[in-house]
């Protein structure tokens, strides 16, 4: 009996193999027991000579073909391409499109400009005569089908011009990745219309190379040259110096000419030297200059390239900060004046000349600020009432513990407990932060000794580090999550939201038999001694998981912690 039943199972092993590679070849017929024939090009002939002509470029080509036919009537669908002659490589057409209505028809139609911007782009010079191969590739399910012939075209007499240029290339900043190539600033004519003139202002490196670009990809026009001449699809331009440089491109005549800039510099009333002083800007990459200049009084400047008055940096008239060097105003179309100033003290001056659009901008410097002698004893205060004694090391003033503080409040510090000592704040409120949501929070504010008050942005609890030698004042607050798992891995991080004082709370939906715990990753790792009851106590770093859900549903949850943030309680309300 017991070999009766192994046969049987053997048989059925069997037999579902048999049924399953039956199916198999079932499913398979789509794909292997048909043909695709292939498609029949109509339209060029290879005896035809195609001239494109740049004085009718919306004029098109038509290309058409007999269809392909599925043996088993599947539908098919066509894409035209051109490549170089001779080649049936499909990787890098020179022009490539499907046919009308998405791809179904036996035609396509291609106007005289498209198709010479693709010649162009692929290196065919103008007014010559180009051998392509036309390819007609048919497609049904996974099934491909080509027709080939030749043709020819003659491209416009002259070339198409870009509206865009950029510089890539080894020598650049763009680390040679042309899909991050810098864009040239296309200047204007006398008349204010768009010329075929570009310049930038960029670092190059000596001994690399760089060429100039339609597009931020390929195809695209490329120039290439040397000495001053630039030749379209010719070799890339060797940098001879490194250093930043005016570069400036002439397409009406194909040249360029560099300028080396050793440095920009303000000139003029607010400096220190006025007019006969120069405070130079530092490159900082991207065609930007930048220094901290101290502005000792309001009134009129420019900015100075290589200490040479032949190349000013001047305002365009009408505008609030926009410039073009004075030497090249007329032929553009623009009036010029200097540029008017009114704040004084020490500024951040920056000299942007990306291409959007050059200008100018001042931000007050904050950072360079005289030291402030450190006092004996620090205390803070709430509405005027001392609330804490800052502990001192070193130059150093810091709490142990986080204090609790409300946005309704002011605060002050002091170097004396009933505030008649020396008084100091802060540049901007406390708790203030672009992230303010991440685990730990924390910023540096700069410490001024002052009589002003400050505030808290919102209801924290904060933990303080001051430092008399930088001057800075360091604040630092926690997020805490409440952590809910069966498998780790698929937990769920539920943020809790801050009361004052030092409470945090959230309701959710929590699931019977799963942990919990209390974290802010990975500083805070809250537990409890006695981890199944629904209200305990809190120990951080060596509490036990709570396991104290044993009925699924909402619940409130609260955390109260003393201020060392060590140690508080909880609760788990249904």
């Given at each position: 009996m017991k070999t009766k039943n192994i046969c049987i199972v053997i048989f059925s092993i069997l037999l579902s193999f048999t049924y399953y590679s039956c199916e198999t070849d079932g499913n398979l017929q789509p794909e292997g027991e048909w043909d695709l024939s292939a498609p029949?090009?109509?339209?060029?002939?290879?005896?035809?000579?195609?001239?494109?002509?740049?004085?009718?470029?919306?004029?098109?080509?038509?290309?058409?073909?007999?269809?392909?036919?599925?043996?088993?009537?599947?539908a098919v669908t066509y894409k035209v391409m051109l490549l170089q002659e001779g080649t049936v490589d499909f990787s890098e057409p020179i022009f490539i499109s499907e046919s009308s209505n998405n791809g179904i028809n036996t035609s396509l139609s291609i106007s005289y400009e498209a198709l010479d911007q693709a010649l162009a782009f692929s290196g065919f010079p103008a007014n010559e005569n180009a051998s392509l191969t036309l390819a007609v590739q048919a497609s049904s399910l996974s099934k491909t089908s080509v027709a080939f012939t030749t043709v020819n075209m003659?491209?416009?007499?002259?070339?198409?011009?870009?509206?865009?240029?950029?510089?890539?290339?080894?020598?650049?900043?763009?680390?040679?990745?042309?899909?991050?190539?810098?864009?040239?600033?296309?200047?204007?004519?006398?008349d204010g219309g768009l010329s075929n003139t570009y310049e930038v202002y960029t670092s190059l490196i000596a001994g690399e190379s760089y060429k100039f670009y339609s597009e931020r990809s390929l195809p695209a026009l490329q120039f290439g040259g040397s000495e001053g001449n630039i030749v379209p699809f010719g070799d890339a331009i060797v940098a001879s110096t490194s250093g930043q440089f005016r570069i400036k491109v002439d397409l009406d005549t194909n040249t360029y000419e560099l300028l080396q800039i050793n440095f920009w510099s303000m000139v003029g009333t607010p400096i220190s030297g006025g007019w006969g002083g120069d405070q130079p800007l530092e490159y900082q990459g991207n065609s930007v200059w930048k220094a901290s200049i101290s502005l000792i009084e309001s009134g009129g400047f420019v900015f100075r390239a290589n200490g040479d008055w032949s190349y000013l940096l001047k305002q365009i008239v009408g505008t609030t900060n926009t410039l073009v060097l004075e030497a090249d105003a007329s032929n553009q179309g623009v009036s010029v004046e200097d540029i008017s100033n009114n704040p004084v003290g020490l500024y951040f001056v920056t000299l942007d000349l990306s291409a959007d659009n050059y200008n100018y901008s001042f931000e007050i410097d904050d950072t360079i600020i005289e030291p402030i002698v450190t006092p004996t004893q620090l205390f803070l205060f709430e509405n005027g009432n001392m609330i804490e004694e800052f502990s001192l090391d070193g130059d150093t003033f810091s709490s142990n513990h986080y204090i609790p503080m409300q946005a309704s409040n002011v605060y002050s510090l002091n170097s004396a407990a009933d505030g008649s000592g020396t008084s100091y704040t802060i540049n901007q409120p406390l708790a203030d932060s672009t992230t303010p949501?991440?685990?730990?929070?924390?910023?540096?504010?700069?410490?001024?000794?002052?009589?002003?008050?400050?505030?808290?942005?919102?209801?924290?609890?904060?933990?303080?580090?001051?430092?008399?030698?930088?001057?800075?004042?360091?604040?630092?607050?926690?997020?805490?999550?409440?952590?809910?798992?069966?498998?780790?891995?698929?937990?769920?991080?539920?943020?809790?939201?801050?009361?004052?004082?030092?409470?945090?709370?959230v309701t959710t939906n929590l699931t019977a038999g799963y942990d919990s715990k209390f974290i802010s990753p990975w500083d805070l790792d809250f537990g409890s001694d006695n981890p199944t009851a629904l209200t305990g106590n809190l120990i951080n770093g060596g509490g036990s998981n709570l396991l104290n859900i044993n009925t699924d549903g909402s619940y409130t949850v609260t955390i109260i912690l003393n201020d060392d943030y060590q140690t508080g309680t909880y609760e788990f309300a249904q």
């Open positions: 029949v090009i109509l339209t060029p002939t290879s005896e035809q000579s195609i001239v494109l002509d740049q004085d009718t470029p919306s004029e098109s080509v038509t290309f058409s073909w007999e269809a392909a036919e599925s043996s088993l009537g599947y003659t491209r416009f007499e002259n070339d198409m011009l870009p509206q865009s240029l950029y510089i890539s290339g080894t020598a650049t900043e763009n680390n040679n990745d042309l899909s991050q190539a810098i864009a040239l600033k296309r200047l204007t004519n006398s949501d991440g685990d730990l929070v924390s910023d540096t504010l700069t410490l001024i000794e002052s009589n002003n008050t400050f505030s808290v942005i919102t209801e924290r609890a904060l933990q303080f580090s001051i430092d008399f030698s930088a001057p800075t004042l360091t604040w630092t607050y926690y997020n805490i999550k409440l952590f809910h798992w069966q498998v780790w891995d698929d937990r769920q991080e539920i943020a809790m939201t801050y009361n004052h004082p030092n409470t945090y709370t």
